[in-house]
């Protein structure tokens, strides 16, 4: 079954943390709402460039992918497959939403700050004993695909992403420099 079963659900392709809400095991013992939740957010760009790369990469052999990269057939592909969903089709603000489509967390960091934030949530609120993240944190990314087309980007985010920008306060782009797409 593997760590997307809730992706072949209709109900999962909803949201992830709706789901979780909802079905998981844990939501049968524990009133999940009432817990402390944290979460981090992604600039939406550079996410969706993450996302087409972790999911080229996972499923390039079992889905017929081949290394001839093109962004809008892998595109084609992703609006048929439940595995790419989340990574690259739906906007963070809609994997957060719970039961009642609000975004309840108490603390919501951010990937760019994503040391300082954690270190905030797990010293600060937690009051756990302090360790050196940086000295913990290993980069261990795959093959990036080189040339995506940065328009099809910035045209794939800014639809799907549109309430990411209004939400979570990140800037739309028109253009991405080069360089900057790397996740």
Request: with cysteine; proline share 1%.
């Amino acid at each position: 079954a593997g760590p997307y079963v809730f992706l072949t659900d209709f109900e999962g392709r909803k949201g992830f943390f709706k789901y979780i809400l909802n079905h998981s095991h844990e939501s049968k013992i524990y009133d999940l709402e009432s817990f402390y939740k944290f979460t981090f957010v992604r600039d939406p760009y550079k996410r969706f460039v993450s996302g087409v790369n972790f999911v080229f990469n996972s499923t390039q052999k079992q889905f017929g992918l081949n290394n001839d990269f093109n962004m809008e057939r892998f595109l084609m592909f992703c609006n048929n497959s439940t595995f790419a969903y989340t990574h690259v089709k739906m906007s963070q603000t809609d994997c957060l939403r719970n039961n009642k489509n609000e975004i309840d967390f108490d603390f919501i960091g951010n990937t760019e700050t994503l040391i300082c934030d954690l270190e905030h949530v797990l010293f600060n609120v937690f009051n756990y004993d302090r360790i050196d993240f940086k000295k913990a944190m290993v980069n261990k990314a795959r093959k990036h695909i080189e040339n995506i087309d940065k328009s099809i980007v910035i045209d794939s985010v800014n639809s799907f992403c549109g309430e990411d920008f209004l939400f979570f306060n990140f800037a739309r782009k028109r253009s991405i420099k080069n360089g900057s797409h790397q996740s």
